[in-house]
């Protein structure tokens, strides 16, 4: 059993619900795929879809926000910094992708500091 389905597991104890899915969220590199590089958006899609198959319900800001809030304008991104800690909040997790980025220190940082268990894995989602 891989550590992301022992992960998953240990979150669904004591859930009543047997379809019980974990919010996760997404720690990858946020810049890149706003900017659009077309290999780092693969990667965190692939991310996604990992936390997906392993049963938790990924989360994923750098995916989701840049549809309808333009982050290169300050007071949007003011409010998408907002959007993300209550995002990171809800979560049961944070799990972490590849080498961290200064992006995704911030979020480790903050996922610290709201008391989540952060998880890392490698570029290949394997844990480390």
Not at 25 to 51: H, M, Q, W
Not at 111 to 118: E, M, S
């Amino acid at each position: 059993m891989s550590e992301a389905t022992k992960a998953i597991a240990k979150l669904r104890q004591d859930k009543l619900n047997p379809q019980y899915r974990p919010m996760i969220f997404v720690v990858a590199p946020f810049t890149e795929v706003v900017k659009g590089n077309s290999t780092s958006l693969k990667a965190v899609r692939s991310y996604c879809r990992f936390v997906y198959q392993h049963g938790g319900i990924p989360i994923c800001p750098q995916l989701y926000l840049p549809q309808f809030i333009n982050l290169h304008h300050s007071q949007e991104f003011q409010v998408a910094t907002f959007i993300n800690i209550v995002l990171l909040t809800k979560c049961a997790e944070a799990w972490s992708f590849g080498k961290p980025t200064h992006d995704m220190r911030y979020f480790i940082r903050l996922a610290k500091r709201k008391n989540k268990n952060i998880r890392y894995f490698n570029n290949e989602m394997e844990a480390n």
